[in-house]
């Protein structure tokens, strides 16, 4: 069929009813939530735009598949299937199911990360980087200087700087890097992908220097479409063919399923190395469950092998990302600075250029999120100091560049109107901006901060 617009490649079977409130009920909530939008009940949010991850719509295939779950505790038929599809459609031969991406990340940092060791990543994840620090590591930066810069509209923000990379090799020695960490892409640049082109490089230099490359393949097809769209070479390939040239490119992959393969819980750690297998199934019997089910229901497997095959078809993804940059360009044409380009899961806005009257020490970002809750019960996302965290040297907050708000979309579940809705939000709180009020801490937790921290305003 020619094609038209985004529209979805599916249609509604059933809904799930949402509870209206009013404005006043909205600032008691989000003032008792400690003006963090992890602490609302989601019973009291309208449009839930606070993260992609497990709140995928699952297909009709899907919750069929979840029929046929196999809960035998050893040697589940859902486990063989899952297996198979991961060396089908991502290349590795291994599977470690998981009960969810950190899961993997865990296992994976205390098998290959010694004390001392340093791990160069396409800009850190919360969860990622933490679980390098606890098995004695420490995250090293080596995205392009654009991806710091909202306003850069670079196709691939995602890319890797070699000078970077270089300058760490001369700096600690190879010898300190157990593997180079890729994320596809990627999601505290605000959503944006890395180029095969560069992967391929990456490949090259890691051969060079006999270091691992591995890959945090939470976003591989978002990426792969973005590939498809934007890279020489791709117009004529699949978002399947993309995705298995991508994984194949790496030696290893940690994955939270719960986003890119629409299931609502769930991840694994996949790799090539037999070796490298052997011990992560040691360690998977001490931290989530048996080698085949992890921290995963037979059920959950099946519908995660199923999700797996619906996430690479193109016209899912030319829907999906189709929807979000409908949000942006209606966001763009009412003047709201947002990250440019359009993210994969999410449209960024800049907190600090809608909020420019309240410092980075106050917090803009988590600020702005409580706004636009209050306004119209739209619940986002801060991604900027908060969720930065501190040094664990020097205990001082990182202060990033980006001070963002994640208007992140679940797959398949919200509506075209819903966004219009999102656009008079979002243009509402930037009227009112001038209130919107800087924010301390009432609590903070030592480790990822974001989750369960509390805040007021300050005067
Ligand atoms: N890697 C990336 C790039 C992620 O975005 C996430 C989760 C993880 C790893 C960890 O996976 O949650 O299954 O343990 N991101 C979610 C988000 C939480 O909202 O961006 P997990």
């Known amino acids: 069929m020619e094609k038209r617009s985004w529209a979805e490649p599916y249609k509604i079977k059933m809904v799930e009813l949402l509870k209206m409130t009013t404005r006043e009920e909205r ?8 003006y963090n939008t992890f602490l609302l009940r989601s019973e009291d949010v309208y449009i839930d735009l606070l993260t992609d991850s497990g709140v995928s719509a699952m297909s009709d295939r899907q919750w069929a598949g979840m029929m046929l779950g196999d809960e035998a505790y050893a040697g589940s038929r859902n486990f063989y299937h899952l297996e198979e599809t991961i060396r089908d459609y991502y290349s590795y031969k291994f599977t470690v199911p998981t009960h969810q991406g950190r ?10 990360i010694k004390d001392g060791d340093y791990v160069p990543g396409n800009m850190y994840f919360t969860t990622t980087r933490l679980h390098q620090e606890l098995a004695g590591g420490t995250f090293i930066d080596i995205i392009i200087d654009e991806a710091h810069d909202p306003a850069s509209t670079h196709p691939f923000k995602g890319n890797v700087d070699f000078h970077k990379l270089n300058n760490l090799v001369n700096d600690v020695g190879a010898d300190k890097i157990p593997y180079v960490c890729i994320a596809t892409c990627v999601n505290m640049a605000g959503g944006q992908p890395i180029s095969l082109d560069n992967l391929r490089e990456l490949r090259n230099w890691c051969d060079k220097h006999d270091i691992m490359l591995v890959h945090d393949m939470t976003r591989v097809a978002e990426n792969a479409y973005f590939i498809q769209q934007r890279e020489d070479g791709y117009q004529n390939k699949t978002v399947k063919e993309i995705v298995f040239e991508i994984c194949d490119l790496t030696d290893a992959a940690t994955m939270s399923s719960k986003k890119d393969a629409m299931v609502n819980i769930g991840g694994f750690l996949a790799m090539n190395d037999a070796d490298l297998y052997e011990k992560a199934c040691e360690l998977v019997v001490v931290y989530e469950g048996l080698h085949t089910y992890g921290g995963m229901a037979g059920r959950d497997m099946e519908a995660l092998a199923i999700g797996i095959k619906e996430s690479v078809q193109d016209d899912h993804m030319s829907a999906r990302i189709g929807q979000i940059a409908y949000l942006g360009r209606r966001l763009e044409e009412e003047g709201v600075p947002i ?6 899961h999410a449209i960024f806005l800049d907190a600090k250029a809608i909020l420019p009257h309240i410092p980075q020490a ?8 409580a706004a636009l809750y209050v306004e119209s019960g739209i619940r986002a996302m801060e991604r900027g100091v908060v ?3 501190r040094n664990k040297e020097t205990g001082e907050n990182y202060m990033p560049n980006l001070e963002l708000v994640r208007l992140t979309i679940p797959r398949r579940v919200y509506t075209q109107a819903h966004m219009d809705v999102t656009v008079e939000s979002v243009v509402e709180v930037m009227k009112n901006a001038n209130e919107v009020k800087g924010l301390e801490f009432t609590y903070e937790p030592k480790m990822l901060r974001f989750f369960q921290g509390t805040f007021k305003q300050i005067g």
């Open 27 to 34: 600032e008691k909530a989000i003032a008792e939530a400690g």
């Open 103 to 112: 899961g993997a990340e865990n296992i994976l940092s205390q098998i290959l």
């Open 362 to 369: 106050q917090y803009p970002a988590q600020a702005l999120a």
């Open 387 to 389: 969720s930065a965290g």
């Open 339 to 344: 990250v440019k380009p359009y993210g994969g």
